[in-house]
């Protein structure tokens, strides 16, 4: 039932087949999904990373399931490598980048002061580390896994013709006319 071509996102794109053909899962409050939660912050985000991969590679296998909420991590990641860069050249973009990363930090606040009042303080001081952990690695795994399609759509391969094309001829007589 899954696509055991993608290593992430297959079961969202199980559900969205089953959503095309007008079915629908179910999950019962009786199942226990035992989720493991990676223990440091490289394990998140090499596993952000790989989710942002597989997130790609749905959308591009379901290119009419694309949705904004999907893009905006790595339309993120890409505005604040872009406008850093362009940043020095432009006071606007500078001043559009710093209230970009303004607006951010405030709503990972404000999601963390959220979820400190729900679960717990110690939240407030973790989440706003976690968060752009999580938002950064899927938006760089997205953007990795474009990359590298793209550069291997563009990347001149030497198939068999090509290096059949460019063997050396053997030399040709002048003799051999007769």
């Known amino acids: 039932m899954y696509d055991e ?8 794109e199980l559900n969205y087949r089953l959503w095309r053909k007008g079915l629908r899962a179910y999950i019962s409050p009786c199942l226990t999904v035992h989720y493991h939660a ?3 912050l490289p394990g998140l985000w090499k ?4 989710y942002g991969r597989g ?8 290119p009419d399931a694309i949705s904004i909420p999907q893009l905006l ?4 990641a890409l505005w604040l490598a872009v406008g850093t860069v362009a940043s020095f050249w432009s006071p606007m973009l500078r001043t559009i980048l710093v209230l970009s990363l303004a607006l951010y930090g405030g709503m990972i606040l404000a999601s963390s002061a959220a979820l400190a009042f729900s679960q717990g303080w110690p939240n407030f001081f973790l ?19 474009w990359l590298d399609v793209e550069k291997k759509l563009l990347r001149f391969e030497r198939s068999p013709l090509v290096q059949q094309d460019s063997v050396a001829e053997a030399p040709v007589s002048q003799n051999s006319s007769k």
């Open 55 to 62: 997130r790609c590679r749905f959308i591009r296998k379901h």
């Open 127 to 145: 989440a706003p580390v976690i968060y752009p952990t999580i938002h950064f690695g899927l938006g760089v795994g997205m953007l990795a896994e």
């Open 73 to 76: 991590p790595s339309a993120f």
């Open 5 to 12: 071509e993608l290593d992430a996102c297959e079961d969202v």
């Open 38 to 40: 990676r223990k440091t």
């Open 47 to 50: 596993q952000m990373i790989r």
